[in-house]
C-alpha cells in the first residue's frame, strides 16, 4: 500500500510521506550554490551522470543550469574500475572532442560530468553510471590514495636458453619445443587449457607427461578482468582441494561461461567470500573481439542486470553471467557468448595432415555440409571446422572437441554423494553405452561411477543413487585407473 496521484502517475511510499521534505540543500563538493528540490514529474537530465529519470528526487540551481538527481551526490570523486590500468577522477566536463565511453562504447557529451584518468597524457573516459557498475568497480573510493605499484609475480624463471622453471611444476624444468611440425597426438594436453598441442611452441617436462602451451607458460599470475571489480589470482590445478557440493554447484563452473572449471589453471577472485573464477581462456580474450561469426569489432559492453542471448548458440548465458562480447554498430544487436567466443580459432582433426580453421555460414547458403565423424548434417550459422586444403573434411564443434571442453582425462569430479572418474574413451574394446541416453558415448571422454557410465556432463541424473566412488586421496586416482584399464572390456 502507498499513496498514489492517479492524474500524475505519482506514487509515494508511506515513510517517505512522513519524512519532512528537503526543500534545499547545500553540496559544496558538487557545485558552489544552495540547491532547490524541483517537483516536476517531467524527465530532466542530470549535469552528474548525463541520464534523465522522471521518478528520482532532483534538484536543481536556476542561475547555473545546474540538475542533479539525489542519487547522485553519493557518486565517488576518485575509483579504479576493471577496465583501466589507472585510478579515474570524476570531472564535471570534458575538452571539446569526440570522446567514447571506455565500458559501453558510446559517445560522451562533454557537457556533462563523467570520469577521466588522472594520469598526463592518458585520454581514457568513462561514464558516471558506466563506471559505478557493480561489474567494474569494487565499490570503494580512492580520494587521497596513493596509487600503489603492486609488484608483478613471474610465472617461471629461466633457468638457460629453452629452459625454463614454471611456479606449476617446481620439482621438474621444462623444455622449450620448436619443432612445430611433429605429428599431432590428442592425448597429448596443455597442463593449463586443457587443450591439446595443436602448433607452435610448448613446453614440455622431460621426467613426466606435463606440457604447456608457450602461451600459457606466460599467463600472468595476477590479472584485473573487465567483467569483475577484483584482482584475480592464477590457481593450478590441486586434486586436493573440495571441487564442488553438488552436480550444479557454482563453485564447479567458470564465471563466463557454462563449462566445469575443476581442472587446468583458473583464475580466483583474491577476495574473501567471492566465488568468481574464470577459465584462462575466458580470461585471457580481450576486446576488441574479431570474430569470424561476425563483421564487425565485439565489445564488453554489457550491464549488471542485462540479459542477452548468444547469436550463435542462441542460449542464455545469465545463469552463469550477464556478459556477452557486444556489436556497438547502430541496428546490430548481436551478441556473442565465452563459450563460443572462447572457441579455438584452428584445430587440427586426428584424420587430417591440415590445420582446420573455425568457420561460419549463412543459412541462405545452397552448400550442404556434412560431419565427418557422426555423418550429421552441419548448420552452418552454428559454426563447424572445415578444411581449406580440398580434402572436404567437416565437422561439427563438439564432435571435434567433445561436450566438455575442459575436463582433464585421468582425472576426478567431486560432487555431493561421491566422485566419478573421467576417463579417456579408448580404454575398451569398444565405446561404452551411456547409462542416460543409452547411446554408445561418442565423445573423447567418459564419466564412470561405480555402475554407470555417461558420454557427459550433461547426461547425469540429478537425482538418484548411482555408486558413487568415495572422495580420492593423492595418487589414487592414477592408481584405480591403471586397475581399470586392465579389467576393462566395454
Not at 107 to 114: A, E, F, L
Not at 118 to 136: D, E, L, P, R, W
Request: aromatic content about 12%; some cysteine; glycine content about 6%.
Amino acid at each position: 500500500m502507498f499513496y498514489f496521484c492517479s492524474p500524475c502517475d505519482f506514487g509515494l511510499k508511506f515513510t517517505c510521506a512522513k519524512k519532512s521534505p528537503v526543500l534545499s540543500i547545500d553540496q559544496p563538493k558538487w557545485h558552489e550554490h544552495t540547491l532547490a528540490v524541483f517537483p516536476s514529474q517531467d524527465p530532466q537530465t542530470c549535469s552528474l551522470c548525463a541520464f534523465k529519470h522522471s521518478n528520482l528526487v532532483f534538484y536543481i540551481c536556476p542561475p547555473c543550469d545546474f540538475i542533479v538527481h539525489q542519487s547522485c551526490f553519493s557518486l565517488p570523486h576518485v575509483i579504479r574500475i576493471s577496465r583501466h590500468l589507472h585510478c579515474i577522477s570524476f570531472t564535471h566536463s570534458f575538452p571539446k572532442g569526440d570522446g567514447i565511453c571506455g565500458v559501453c562504447r558510446r559517445k560522451i557529451n562533454n557537457d556533462y560530468g563523467g570520469y577521466h584518468c588522472i594520469k598526463n597524457g592518458c585520454f581514457y573516459a568513462v561514464h558516471s553510471k558506466c563506471a559505478t557498475q557493480t561489474n567494474v568497480w569494487d565499490g570503494i573510493g580512492r580520494e587521497g590514495e596513493s596509487e600503489e605499484e603492486v609488484e608483478e609475480l613471474e610465472p617461471f624463471v629461466t633457468i638457460s636458453d629453452g629452459i625454463i622453471q614454471h611456479f606449476s611444476h617446481e620439482h621438474h624444468h621444462l623444455t622449450l619445443d620448436e619443432n612445430t611440425s611433429k605429428d599431432y597426438d590428442e592425448n597429448k594436453l596443455c597442463q593449463a587449457c586443457i587443450m591439446p598441442i595443436y602448433f607452435g611452441n610448448s613446453y614440455s617436462c622431460l621426467q613426466c607427461d606435463f606440457i604447456l602451451h608457450e602461451e600459457c607458460a606466460k599467463l600472468s599470475r595476477r590479472l584485473d578482468h573487465p567483467i569483475h571489480p577484483h584482482q584475480l589470482t592464477l590457481v593450478t590445478d590441486n586434486p586436493l582441494r573440495p571441487v564442488g557440493y553438488s552436480i550444479n554447484s557454482d563453485r564447479d563452473i567458470c564465471s563466463a561461461c557454462p563449462s566445469l572449471c575443476i581442472a587446468g589453471f583458473f583464475y580466483e577472485c583474491s577476495e574473501r567470500n567471492c566465488d568468481f573464477r574464470l577459465h584462462v581462456q575466458c580470461a585471457r580474450i580481450s576486446e576488441p573481439l574479431l570474430h569470424p561469426s561476425h563483421m564487425h569489432p565485439l565489445f564488453l559492453t554489457s550491464k549488471p542486470d542485462e540479459e542477452r542471448n548468444c547469436s550463435v548458440c542462441a542460449e542464455a548465458r545469465g545463469y552463469y553471467t550477464k556478459e556477452t562480447f557486444n556489436c556497438i554498430e547502430e541496428e546490430c544487436d548481436f551478441a556473442l557468448c565465452f563459450k563460443c567466443a572462447t572457441l579455438p580459432q584452428k584445430v587440427r582433426y586426428k584424420h587430417d595432415k591440415h590445420i582446420l580453421p573455425l568457420f561460419y555460414g549463412k543459412k541462405t547458403s545452397s552448400m550442404t555440409y556434412w560431419c565427418e565423424a557422426c555423418e550429421g548434417k552441419i548448420n552452418p550459422e552454428e559454426g563447424f571446422y572445415k578444411c581449406d586444403e580440398y580434402c572436404c573434411v567437416h565437422l561439427h564443434i563438439t564432435c571435434m572437441l567433445g561436450k566438455d571442453l575442459y575436463l582433464k582425462p585421468r582425472s576426478s569430479w567431486s560432487i555431493s554423494r561421491g566422485s566419478l572418474l573421467i576417463l579417456p574413451n579408448f580404454m575398451g574394446i569398444s565405446r561404452p553405452i551411456c547409462s542416460s541416453c543409452h547411446n554408445r558415448c561418442p565423445q573423447r571422454i567418459i564419466l564412470v561411477s561405480l555402475s554407470s557410465f555417461f558420454c557427459s556432463v550433461y547426461c547425469i541424473p540429478t537425482r538418484g543413487e548411482l555408486g558413487f566412488f568415495r572422495g580420492f586421496q593423492a595418487g589414487e586416482v592414477a592408481l584405480l585407473i591403471s586397475s581399470l584399464s586392465v579389467k576393462l572390456s566395454f
